[in-house]
């Protein structure tokens, strides 16, 4: 972990008016650094790997306030637990596949699906700000043990 990624998290921070607090930054350089999709409890034994003086508590309510301000997203796979990720610029978005035998998730993009998206909004003349599509089912791994 470089100084200047350190440097440049505590300037997003900053800009959405946060304090740039030393479990801030661990907690975003883990979600930048995963294509997992964590809930609160495994982003907090994650930091606990790496540092001694990480409180459950605050590594919560840090998620919190980063949802807040849109730094992370929250995402709701239907089983009960909350999951975090880093929110992605819109060259970065993608959608979830969750398979709902082994909670594998993956993620995925389609072009035409997006703009699909964006002619459903242009005909009821809605503008859009934010999307999450989430397909259920069942994985190949999943579907081939059965
Ligand atoms: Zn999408
Ligand atoms: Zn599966
Ligand atoms: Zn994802």
Same mark, same amino acid.
């Given at each position: 972990? &470089?100084? #200047?990624?350190?440097?440049? %998290?505590?300037?997003?921070?900053?800009?959405?008016?946060?304090?740039? #607090?030393?479990?801030?930054?661990?907690? %975003?350089?883990?979600?930048?650094? #995963?294509?997992?999709?964590?809930?609160?409890?495994?982003?907090?034994?994650?930091?606990?790997?790496?540092?001694?003086?990480?409180?459950?508590? #605050?590594?919560?309510?840090?998620?919190? *306030?980063? *949802?807040?301000?849109?730094?992370?997203?929250?995402?709701?796979?239907?089983?009960?637990?909350?999951?975090?990720?880093? &929110?992605?610029?819109?060259?970065?978005?993608?959608?979830? %596949?969750? @398979?709902?035998? @082994?909670?594998?998730?993956?993620?995925?993009?389609? %072009?035409?699906?997006?703009?699909?998206?964006? &002619?459903? @909004?242009?005909?009821?003349?809605?503008?859009?700000?934010?999307?999450?599509?989430?397909?259920?089912?069942?994985?190949?791994? @999943?579907?081939?043990?059965?």
């Amino acid at each position: 972990m &470089s100084a #200047t990624e350190n440097q440049q %998290l505590k300037q997003v921070l900053r800009e959405h008016e946060l304090k740039a #607090t030393t479990q801030r930054i661990a907690l %975003l350089k883990l979600l930048d650094a #995963t294509h997992e999709h964590f809930d609160a409890e495994e982003i907090y034994l994650e930091l606990l790997k790496k540092e001694k003086n990480v409180s459950r508590a #605050t590594v919560y309510r840090s998620l919190e *306030a980063l *949802a807040e301000q849109d730094l992370v997203t929250r995402l709701d796979f239907g089983d009960g637990r909350m999951r975090f990720e880093r &929110s992605k610029g819109e060259d970065e978005h993608h959608d979830h %596949l969750i @398979c709902e035998k @082994c909670g594998k998730v993956i993620e995925f993009f389609n %072009l035409e699906m997006e703009a699909q998206q964006l &002619s459903v @909004c242009e005909e009821n003349d809605f503008t859009p700000s934010t999307h999450t599509m989430h397909i259920f089912g069942t994985c190949s791994d @999943c579907r081939t043990s059965q």
